[in-house]
């Protein structure tokens, strides 16, 4: 199911309103788990809609926007550097400490 979408959460809504099938049953027919048409009907309860709700959130970057132009420097200017090399000039050169993964 598409996060863009509500048409497949009008229909979902629309098959349990009709109540020809069960839960489950609906559950199956839209490829959805069951517990996904709860939270639908308690969302259109608590909310009175059925959008995608937004994201919500994530971990936030340990590179900034200036820490990311460094290190678009170093890889222009040792484009063969390593990730550790990467990793231990940027905690020179803009005093972050990132992990390889982030690099």
């Not at 009175?48 to 420097?73: F, M």
Request: glycine share 6%; aromatic share 4%; charged share 25%.
């Amino acid at each position: 199911m598409g996060a863009y979408s509500i048409n497949p959460h009008k229909r979902i809504v629309n098959a349990v309103e009709r109540g020809e099938h069960t839960k489950r049953e609906i559950a199956e027919m839209f490829n959805v788990h069951e517990s996904f048409i709860y939270k639908l009907l308690r969302q259109q309860r608590g909310r009175g809609d059925i959008a995608p709700l937004p994201h919500g959130g994530g971990a936030v970057s340990k590179l900034n926007a200036d820490h990311l132009t460094v290190l678009s420097n170093l890889v222009s200017v040792m484009p063969d550097a390593t990730l550790e090399e990467f990793r231990e000039q940027l905690k020179k050169k803009a005093r972050v400490n990132a992990s390889i993964t982030t690099i």
